[in-house]
């Protein structure tokens, strides 16, 4: 089995601490990165995003190809070694330097989060100059794939719910499957998915109302959003 995950890709880091104060007391001197205090044995890297969701779709078994964006610097770089190592190929990965690649660092103590830092973008859709290299390498081996999953973090790749409906449609032309997980509900409209995916906390933000999760349990609140998304089964995940 052969699956496309495709959509907005991360670089997760992990800085692992000994206790707390060991995140307060390194010196920066001035034009020092926040790492330069921490030895590399404590600083671990890894796909986040829809890179996280081909991870463990790889993790199962199967057969991954991976599509995104990335910026043009040492995390795009990074992101696309890491897939040349754990899916044998990075060709669906468009780097531009109109981009900055999406970075999460967690410093992490003892099991816990203390700190998370983001380094980012806030630029909205990526042009259709990008998206328009992206399908264009997605397409070139003929849409061979036995599943897609769409994945939208609101990074820029799928930010406009006519780029996905658009590529949906090329999907069902070709009768795969196709998955949407997304934080943004209102974005897979009309997408006709075999099934979409979100929390219970965006479900909240697009039903315009508190759900709780006995109406989940017993479909009420549900019907209608997915009645609006168009879709043949939809998730919530209502996490603990």
Not at 17 to 27: A, I, M, R
Not at 42 to 56: E, I, M, N, Q
Not at 191 to 219: G, H, K, P, Q, Y
């Given at each position: 089995?052969?699956?496309?995950?495709?959509?907005?890709?991360?670089?997760?880091?992990?800085?692992?601490?000994?206790?707390?104060?060991?995140?307060?007391?390194?010196?920066?001197?001035?034009?020092?990165?926040?790492?330069?205090?921490?030895?590399?044995?404590?600083?671990?890297?890894?796909?986040?995003?829809?890179?996280?969701?081909?991870?463990?779709?790889?993790?199962l078994g199967?057969?991954?190809?991976?599509?995104?964006?990335?910026?043009?610097?040492?995390?795009?770089?990074?992101?696309?070694?890491?897939?040349?190592?754990?899916?044998?190929?990075?060709?669906?990965?468009?780097?531009?330097?109109?981009?900055?690649?999406?970075?999460?660092?967690?410093?992490?103590?003892?099991?816990?989060?203390?700190?998370?830092?983001?380094?980012?973008?806030m630029s909205?859709?990526?042009?259709?100059?990008?998206?328009?290299?992206?399908?264009?390498?997605?397409?070139?081996?003929?849409?061979?794939?036995?599943?897609?999953?769409?994945?939208?973090?609101?990074?820029?790749?799928?930010?406009?719910?006519?780029?996905?409906?658009?590529?949906?449609?090329?999907?069902?032309?070709?009768?795969?499957?196709?998955?949407?997980?997304?934080?943004?509900?209102?974005?897979?409209?009309?997408?006709?998915?075999?099934?979409?995916?979100?929390?219970?906390?965006?479900?909240?933000?697009?039903?315009?109302?508190?759900?709780?999760?006995?109406?989940?349990?017993?479909?009420?609140?549900?019907?209608?959003?997915?009645?609006?998304?168009?879709?043949?089964?939809?998730?919530?995940?209502?996490?603990?």
């Amino acid at each position: 089995m052969k699956i496309l995950v495709i959509g907005d890709i991360m670089l997760d880091m992990f800085v692992n601490l000994e206790n707390v104060d060991e995140l307060y007391n390194g010196k920066m001197s001035e034009g020092n990165s926040l790492f330069s205090n921490y030895i590399p044995e404590k600083v671990h890297v890894d796909l986040g995003g829809a890179g996280l969701v081909a991870r463990f779709c790889k993790s199962l078994g199967v057969d991954v190809s991976l599509g995104g964006v990335v910026g043009d610097d040492d995390g795009g770089y990074t992101i696309e070694q890491i897939c040349k190592e754990k899916f044998g190929e990075s060709d669906l990965i468009v780097s531009s330097e109109k981009v900055m690649t999406t970075t999460k660092t967690r410093f992490v103590c003892e099991g816990h989060t203390i700190l998370r830092i983001n380094e980012e973008e806030m630029s909205g859709t990526l042009n259709d100059e990008i998206i328009g290299d992206l399908f264009v390498r997605v397409n070139s081996n003929g849409l061979d794939f036995d599943g897609v999953i769409i994945v939208d973090y609101g990074k820029g790749v799928w930010n406009d719910s006519m780029r996905i409906s658009q590529f949906c449609d090329s999907i069902r032309r070709n009768e795969i499957p196709c998955l949407i997980s997304t934080k943004y509900p209102e974005n897979a409209m009309g997408c006709e998915s075999d099934i979409t995916v979100c929390n219970l906390r965006e479900m909240d933000s697009f039903a315009s109302r508190f759900v709780t999760i006995e109406e989940i349990l017993r479909d009420r609140g549900v019907l209608a959003v997915a009645n609006k998304l168009m879709c043949d089964n939809f998730v919530v995940t209502c996490g603990k």
